[in-house]
């Protein structure tokens, strides 16, 4: 699993003009399951995809084609992590530590 976190490297107004096609792209990754959360950061200053995928290499790809990053307006910082826990509705995305 992975924590994108982004962060706004434009001013809102810019970052704006792209919100349109961000959220498009969002819906696109949402309907090939790869996202199941995201949302601003408060104070807005970026914002935070969950994503599921064992593959790091495809998340950066994902991340690169964001309108927001081709656009120039953000950043990514991408945290893999290993979801051994998770509330009831997220058991599916449940993870097994490495052997």
């Known amino acids: 699993m992975f924590v994108l ?3 706004y490297t434009a001013p809102v ?9 961000h959220v498009e792209w ?3 990754m949402y309907d090939e399951g790869v996202f199941i959360a ?5 104070p807005r200053d970026g914002g935070v995809i969950l994503a599921v995928g064992d ?3 495809r998340i ?3 991340a690169a084609a964001d309108p927001f990053t081709v656009g120039g307006v953000c950043a990514y910082r991408i945290t893999e992590f ?14 097994q530590l490495p052997s």
């Not at 107004?13 to 096609?21: F, I, Q, S, T």
């Not at 995201?38 to 408060?42: E, I, L, Q």
């Open 55 to 57: 593959d790091r290499a």
């Open 13 to 21: 107004e810019r970052v704006d003009e792209l919100l349109e096609a």
């Open 26 to 28: 969002l819906d696109a």
């Open 5 to 7: 976190e982004l962060t």
């Open 38 to 42: 995201s949302g601003r950061k408060n």
């Open 82 to 95: 290993i979801a051994t826990k998770t509330a009831p509705e997220l058991a599916p995305y449940r993870q």
């Open 60 to 62: 950066e790809t994902i």
